[in-house]
């Protein structure tokens, strides 16, 4: 690691921030557009941390010549990551009904609901159910992926700020 940390410049941080972003936002389209797996709101909520960081790394860039300030970027960059991470997580928990997601977003139908209410449910619920997973893979939801993705990126750009900061 101390290897690696000595060679990190602002330029390679914000590379790896931008590629990383491109990525998952590609994966997320793809996922939509080539295999037909329509998102839910949560879903569609999950792709904003990536392109804030998208164009944070855009920034950092610019910024590539002062390492203080590309530093701050990539904290920046962590904080973002960490938020798409718990909103990943709110996500894949709604998805296995271990909390309740948002009214509109899974379909449930309380007791004592009248026919208006529930009519009213009907219209204004969501195209795509957040509470059914689209796709399960090794046991864990797409929502489930992207939380360990956002957390695992969230510790690499600390960890990138982190020896950015040493060097300023």
């Known amino acids: 690691m101390h ?10 941080a914000a590379a790896i ?3 990383a972003s491109v990525l998952a936002l590609g994966g997320a389209l793809v996922s939509q557009y080539g295999f ?9 909520w999950q792709r904003v941390p990536y ?7 855009v920034v950092a ?20 990551f960490v938020a ?11 998805e296995w009904r271990l909390i309740a997601g948002p009214d509109g977003c899974t379909g449930e139908i309380t007791p004592g609901m009248s026919l208006e209410d529930l009519q009213a449910r009907i219209n204004g619920a969501a195209a795509v159910r957040c509470d059914e997973p689209a796709l399960v893979v090794l046991g864990l939801s797409m929502a489930g992926w992207n939380a360990v993705l956002s957390f695992g990126l969230a510790a690499a750009v600390w960890w990138m700020g982190k020896a950015l900061r040493r060097k300023s």
């Open 3 to 12: 290897f690696i940390a000595q060679r990190m410049t602002p330029g390679v």
């Open 84 to 94: 798409g991470g718990i909103l990943a997580s709110y996500h894949a928990a709604v």
């Open 61 to 80: 860039w610019t910024l590539r010549a002062n390492t203080s300030r590309a530093g701050l970027v990539a904290w920046l960059c962590t904080i973002v």
């Open 36 to 44: 037909g797996l329509r998102p839910c709101h949560l879903c569609l």
């Open 51 to 57: 392109a804030v960081t998208l164009l944070l790394a």
């Open 17 to 19: 921030i931008f590629i």
